[in-house]
Nanobody
Framework: QVELVESGGGSVQSGGSLNLSCTVS????????MAWFRRAPGKERERVAT???????TYAASVEGRFAASQDNGKNTLYLSMSSLEFEDTAMYYC??????????????????????WGQGTQVTVSS
């Protein structure tokens, strides 16, 4: 049973930083593509970062230059380093893992949502 657990969320003032983590368990292997999504109240789920099995990343325009995704395959852990946080970054953040797929960066959000395994989310609140 594949399980994803996010951590690191919290409250921060505008301009501050937070680092999120997502640990994947129940899967032995390195062939998976991972993504960070977020959902703000009243808004659609938004993919903010994708990282493939080789460490290549893509970002949403809204976070480009401020967020950085990385991974430690030895620890089966995905990270999201967030800086220059804005009020609009307030959301529940989720990680998703597409098992058995090395590169899902070009996948549509709906495909990742449909085929990914999900964590329970971690709340990020940015005060202005």
């Amino acid at each position: 049973q594949v399980e994803l657990v996010e951590s690191g969320g919290g409250s921060v003032q505008s301009g501050g930083s937070l680092n999120l983590s997502c640990t994947v368990s129940g899967f032995m292997g390195s062939r998976y593509c991972m993504a960070w999504f977020r959902r703000a109240p009243g808004k659609e789920r938004e993919r903010v970062a994708t990282i493939d099995a080789y460490g290549r990343t893509t970002y949403a325009a809204s976070v480009e230059g401020r967020f950085a995704a990385s991974q430690d395959n030895g620890k089966n852990t995905l990270y999201l380093s967030m800086s220059s946080l804005e009020f609009e970054d307030t959301a529940m953040y989720y990680c998703a893992a597409v098992i058995g797929v090395a590169d899902c960066r070009s996948w549509s959000d709906n495909y990742v949502i449909q085929f990914g395994r999900w964590g329970q989310g971690t709340q990020v609140t940015v005060s202005s």
